[in-house]
């Protein structure tokens, strides 16, 4: 039998009965703080109060808020658009616009405008500008936060790679005084440098924050960001993570798409690697991507049999299922077996909400990079059939199924495929999502503590 449950409370549920005194805290940081940032891990309730200070805001103002609401597309189609504006709670004047679009004529129209408050959902997103030249996305946001009374950043992976992309969010949001602080001083100031090689020469890279970053952010977490992790009270149902391994062989195509990893210099560049890399996972699933005449083409290797298809395939007729995907290829592999199979299934998550409510058996197929925002603990396994190295995307992923408002434990599966050799190319990129939970895990633990 389906479970079926509430697939969220409303506001007015969280208003009259269900808030606890840690989004009252929020709400109260927020407002007093101006700007500031939800660091709570994903699931854990970051919208609502967000919208409560929205109203606290008003009152004091004595007026109706300007509000700009800015994200990537799917956090706002499937959160803020189809489970906050349906309520009719957000003010008259409040506006989404996505991180794609905020170009062009659309950011000169933004900051032209005098806003009251501005959301930035997902802020994580703008975590560029140390390591990496700032996004366009990125410098709206600094530009526009510089001029707004109330500035709040919403973010459950605030730290995904490294310790130093948290200072580039707050510098962007300008929180805590960031803002102040030159990013190129920032990377001389506060980072360790080391002397890396590429196709041009030698440079000096920032690998980490030096002791004068960490005490600079001791400060900033302190003063700009609330942070709060998964414990002991919130009694969650268990999450069980596990990867599955099969032996595969190690294909003509395999070997040649792992013969350009080797061959490439160690002073490539990390682009060049990625995409060698990416070769090689493809080959593990059975096709490849080539371009001819400016166009993407696939070559399916002959006769391979990807032992991913039968486990996805015996699990969905078992239960219900997101099965997260990396490259279109894969989609369209599991859609075709799941067809053969007569296996009920959808690609958007509104059809899967709707299904799940009224107690249809149904799995979900979906870009690993799309599970961001949406509650669906109407679901309870995801089965990653392929992963890229993107540590935010993972752990947004897990979190729509086991978060708050879910009453059965959930299960995360990983499917490897393992052609027997030193490389363990699928291995690796779960090996580095575990180390980079290791990292988000050690923030989360320091500053909650």
């Known amino acids: 039998m389906v ?3 509430k697939s969220s409370i409303s506001y007015y549920d969280y208003d009259t009965r269900l808030r606890i005194p840690e989004q009252e805290k929020a709400e109260r940081l927020l407002v007093e703080r101006k700007h500031f940032i939800l660091g709570f891990e994903p699931g854990k309730g970051k919208s609502y109060p967000v919208i409560h200070a929205i109203k606290m805001v008003e009152r004091i103002k004595g007026r109706p808020c300007k509000v700009l609401i800015l994200s990537d597309a799917d956090c706002i189609k499937n959160m803020w ?5 349906p309520q009719g709670i957000l003010p008259h004047e409040t506006y989404f616009v996505t991180d794609r679009t905020a170009i062009g004529a659309v950011q000169t129209a933004l900051l032209s405008k005098d806003w009251d408050i501005i959301i930035c959902d997902e802020c994580q997103s703008l975590r560029s500008g140390v390591t990496r030249s700032k996004s366009q996305y990125s410098k709206l946001v600094y530009q526009l936060a510089k001029k707004t009374e109330y500035v709040w950043g919403m973010t459950g992976t605030l730290s995904g790679n490294n310790n130093m992309e948290p200072f580039c969010v707050m510098h962007n949001l300008h929180v805590a005084g960031m803002g102040e602080i030159n990013c190129r001083k920032f990377k001389m100031q506060y980072c360790n440098q080391a002397l890396k090689f590429g196709p041009f020469g030698s440079f000096m890279q920032p690998v980490g924050l ?3 970053g960490e005490r600079l952010m001791e400060v900033a977490y302190e003063e700009g960001v609330m942070f709060w992790p998964w414990d002991d009270k919130d009694d969650m149902p268990e999450c069980d993570i596990r990867e599955i391994t099969f032996n595969v062989e190690a294909t003509r ?3 040649n798409a792992l013969e350009g990893i080797l061959k490439l210099g160690e002073h490539e560049s990390t682009t060049m690697k990625a995409i060698a890399l990416q070769k090689a996972q493809q080959a593990l699933n059975g096709f490849l991507y080539y371009d001819e005449n400016g166009a993407r083409q696939i070559y399916t290797v002959e006769g391979y049999n990807n032992p991913k298809i039968k486990y996805v395939v015996d699990q969905c007729r078992i239960e219900n299922n997101i099965i997260a995907y990396r490259f279109q290829e894969d989609g369209a ?3 075709k077996a799941l067809d053969s199979a007569n296996i009920f299934y959808v690609t958007k998550i509104k059809e899967f909400k709707e299904y799940l409510q009224a107690g249809t058996k149904v799995c979900l197929i979906i870009q690993c990079s799309k599970g961001k925002a949406v509650n669906l603990q109407l679901c309870q396994s995801i089965i990653y059939y392929t992963s890229d190295f993107s540590f ?5 992923m897990i979190h729509r199924c086991w978060r708050r408002g879910q009453k059965y434990a ?3 599966t990983f499917l490897i495929n ?3 050799d030193k490389y363990k190319v699928e291995l690796k990129i779960w090996s580095s999502l575990r180390t980079k939970q290791t990292v988000h895990d050690a923030l989360m633990s320091i500053k909650c503590a």
């Open 253 to 255: 195509e395999y070997k």
């Open 333 to 335: 592999s599991i859609k």
């Open 418 to 420: 393992d052609p027997g």
């Open 3 to 5: 479970a079926v449950i």
């Open 410 to 412: 959930c299960k995360v």
């Open 210 to 212: 030096n002791e004068a």
């Open 81 to 85: 658009k189809l489970e906050m504006l």
């Open 392 to 396: 935010i995307s993972y752990k947004q």
